[in-house]
């Protein structure tokens, strides 16, 4: 008799163990975002027989991104984990128009997605941008891809982003950062999303972005 009540003591602590355990790492995904930013490029160099040169990353479109997340830094209650490499991209949309610049950053934030996004474009007004044109030329974008396991769809307001699981400049990027990371809607893995792509996807990973 003793020793069962021992086991049911145990398996009690051991279930509260579980649901703190549970309920911790909940709250920890719940406040997990990741952002997109993309900054306008310049005229792509070019190897001998046309082959894009991707050795040297063009120095403006880097600071340009730098500075983004250099604001994704002083956002109040908000902390940048880790940044992912850059990737030079061409354009969607608008077709002529220069190559981009692409990073995904991953966030840690106290705040909710409205208030999150108010933040990002906060930023982009600050550097210059304005939104005029959709897929059009701008010297920035930030992107709010994901915000935890939420799923939002208000006019103004659409987490995940609804774009996200088809582009190769975020998959990638963010491949680095979490492979692991299941998109809420779909229910699948970044590694799984990337091999739906396209096997030549129009994105070449540059150098490692410091910060």
Not at 10 to 29: E, L
Not at 99 to 122: G, I, P, Q
Request: glycine share 6%; aromatic share 6%.
């Amino acid at each position: 008799m003793q020793h069962r009540n021992v086991d049911r003591v145990v398996a009690a602590r051991d279930a509260r163990h579980r649901d703190r355990h549970d309920h911790f790492h909940t709250r920890i995904a719940q406040r997990l975002s990741f952002v997109a930013a993309h900054a306008r490029g310049g005229e792509r160099r070019e190897r001998a027989g046309g082959v894009p040169d991707d050795r040297d990353v063009p120095g403006v479109e880097v600071c340009v991104i730098r500075k983004a997340v250099e604001g994704l830094r002083d956002i109040p209650h908000t902390s940048v984990l880790r940044v992912s490499s850059l990737y030079d991209t061409d354009p969607v949309g608008d077709l002529d128009q220069p190559a981009y610049l692409n990073a995904v950053a991953w966030l840690e934030s106290e705040l909710d997605a409205r208030t999150l996004l108010w933040h990002l474009l906060l930023i982009e007004k600050r550097m210059g941008r304005v939104r005029s044109q959709r897929w059009g030329p701008r010297s920035i974008d930030l992107d709010l891809l994901f915000h935890g396991d939420s799923i939002i769809d208000e006019p103004d307001l659409q987490v995940p982003h609804p774009e996200a699981h088809r582009r190769a400049f975020v998959l990638h990027p963010m491949l680095e950062l979490d492979p692991d990371f299941v998109h809420p809607s779909i229910h699948e893995t970044v590694k799984k999303m990337v091999k739906k792509l396209d096997p030549t996807p129009s994105v070449r990973k540059g150098g490692r972005f410091w910060y």
